[in-house]
């Protein structure tokens, strides 16, 4: 049964700390996607790859976060340095796109990041 | 800015009730997903709607897709406990490229 699988699945540092979140999506899937969950703003899109080429990071800050896919195998999510606000759970998901077709997206468990 | 605005945000319901939950938007979308998310996991898709109009039923959900593909509904007959969880619902925008969230509507169903 094929799944997503991230790495830490809990990650509690303080303030100031580089954090870095590990991906490892479906083999065979050409779209990664970062996600970050919180109660007040729901899902929302931080950055996606198709082919491991990033296509849209407009959702991610910037001067602290950084996405990468090393590899086809490796999705990694950085943060540093690390604020109290950046409290959430990260989700990776991944799918398949062939030419116009709408993908399912297959969510990891997530990793849920504590910043004191 | 395209939103989807889902209603209602909490529901706490007795086994056995019906329910619908509402997703709406003021722009179109080529088609609709709708996800359910149990604690400490991440979402899994229940449904895709493409054509307007469109009806899906999953055993005991039933998903409708709003004749100009603007908003959705999901119906639950006879919730169960096993029904509890955060649904979800989410489009892909005509112009765009990535899916869009609702902030989803909690569902609790005790027995």
């Known amino acids: 049964d094929a799944r997503v699988t991230q790495t830490p699945r809990h990650k509690v540092t303080e303030m100031g700390q580089e954090v870095t979140m590990r991906c490892q999506p479906i083999?065979?899937?050409?779209?990664v996607f970062w996600y970050r969950q919180t109660m007040m703003q729901g899902l929302e899109l931080l950055a996606y790859?198709?082919?491991?080429?990033?296509?849209?990071d407009s959702g991610m800050p910037k001067d602290r976060f950084s996405a990468e896919m090393p590899d086809a195998t490796l999705a990694t999510l950085k943060i540093q340095p690390s604020e109290p606000r950046d409290s959430a759970v990260y989700f990776c998901?991944?799918?398949?796109?062939?030419?116009?077709?709408?993908?399912?997206?297959?969510f990891g468990p997530g990793t849920r990041l504590l910043v004191l | 800015t395209q939103l989807l605005e889902q209603s209602p945000q909490f529901l706490s319901i007795q086994e056995g009730e019906n329910l619908t939950v509402y997703c709406n938007s003021s722009?179109?979308?080529?088609?609709l997903q709708w996800y359910r998310q149990e604690p400490g996991e991440g979402p899994v898709l229940l449904v895709t709607?493409?054509?307007?109009?469109e009806v899906k039923k999953l055993k005991r959900l039933t998903f409708q897709f709003g004749d100009a593909r603007k908003d959705s509904s999901l119906h639950i007959t006879a919730a169960q406990p096993g029904d509890t969880g955060l649904y979800l619902c989410?489009?892909?925008?005509?112009?765009?490229?990535?899916?869009?969230f609702g902030k989803g509507t909690t569902l609790s169903v005790s027995s």
């Open positions: 790859f198709r082919n491991r080429a990033p296509l849209d």
């Open positions: 989410a489009g892909f925008p005509i112009s765009g490229t990535a899916l869009i």
């Open positions: 998901a991944s799918g398949l796109v062939t030419g116009t077709a709408q993908e399912t997206q297959y």
């Open positions: 722009s179109v979308f080529s088609s």
């Open positions: 083999l065979g899937h050409n779209t």
């Open positions: 709607v493409v054509t307007g109009g």
